[in-house]
């Protein structure tokens, strides 16, 4: 009988151990399905091709919200983004995040814009972003659904008292490509009037 109460016991023990070290939890949110998952995150699809991937990579001492919203909103901006919404979100189990909502429109031919969505969590083991993509066509209606799939995510790897899972949100930002607009404008008025 001994013996056979170890043989359940450690394979339990094993699994929640295992489910512990997991950075986020979400299962395929209604009209998706999972297509790739692995430890360092999950790949869903919807018929429409709009996707769904959750992205996890170790943090580093100094990462905060702050830190890593800039560096992704700075990467995306380069290739071409452009930032149209920042907002605060919680996941499920109350960790803060920002969602960053972007639009862009693929090099070549015949290309349709498209939209980018990225929910991004910082903790002290772990960032976990969350991005969305697809045809512009399909935004209205994927966006108006971030909230409520963020809603059944759960982050982990707070310590206890952590100042970056209670950090504060980044201050407002933009893409490279919303300042230089803003500075054409600027440059056409000084030029002198001809004359």
Same mark, same amino acid.
């Given at each position: 009988?001994?013996?056979?109460?170890?043989? $359940?016991?450690?394979?339990?023990?094993?699994?929640?151990?295992?489910?512990?070290?997991?950075?986020?939890?979400?299962?395929?949110?209604?009209?998706?399905?999972?297509?790739?998952?692995?430890?360092?995150?999950?790949?869903?699809?919807?018929?429409?091709?709009?996707?769904?991937?959750?992205?996890?990579?170790?943090?580093?001492?100094?990462? +905060?919200?702050?830190?890593?919203?800039?560096?992704?909103?700075?990467?995306?901006?380069?290739?071409?983004? +452009?930032?149209?919404?920042?907002?605060?979100?919680?996941?499920?189990?109350?960790?803060?995040?920002?969602?960053?909502?972007?639009?862009? +429109?693929?090099?070549?031919?015949?290309?349709?814009?498209?939209?980018? $969505?990225?929910?991004?969590?910082? +903790?002290?083991?772990?960032?976990?972003?969350?991005?969305?993509?697809?045809?512009?066509?399909?935004?209205?209606?994927?966006?108006?659904?971030?909230?409520?799939?963020?809603?059944?995510?759960?982050?982990?790897?707070?310590?206890?008292?952590?100042?970056?899972?209670?950090?504060?949100?980044?201050?407002?930002?933009?893409?490279?490509?919303?300042?230089?607009?803003?500075?054409?404008?600027?440059?056409?008025?000084?030029?002198?009037?001809?004359?």
């Amino acid at each position: 009988m001994r013996l056979f109460s170890l043989r $359940t016991f450690i394979p339990s023990v094993l699994a929640v151990g295992l489910m512990a070290c997991n950075a986020y939890r979400l299962e395929p949110p209604a009209g998706f399905a999972e297509v790739e998952q692995g430890y360092d995150g999950a790949h869903m699809k919807a018929n429409n091709d709009v996707g769904l991937r959750v992205h996890v990579r170790h943090n580093v001492r100094g990462g +905060t919200l702050a830190f890593w919203s800039l560096d992704l909103v700075e990467k995306l901006g380069e290739r071409g983004y +452009t930032l149209v919404n920042q907002a605060p979100l919680r996941s499920k189990n109350r960790v803060a995040g920002t969602r960053f909502d972007f639009e862009y +429109t693929p090099v070549g031919e015949g290309e349709a814009p498209r939209f980018y $969505t990225v929910s991004l969590f910082v +903790t002290d083991e772990h960032r976990v972003v969350m991005g969305m993509a697809g045809k512009q066509e399909y935004a209205a209606e994927y966006l108006a659904r971030v909230d409520e799939i963020v809603g059944d995510l759960k982050v982990s790897g707070c310590k206890p008292f952590s100042k970056i899972c209670k950090g504060p949100q980044p201050a407002r930002l933009s893409t490279a490509s919303q300042q230089s607009a803003k500075a054409e404008p600027a440059e056409a008025k000084a030029e002198p009037a001809a004359g």
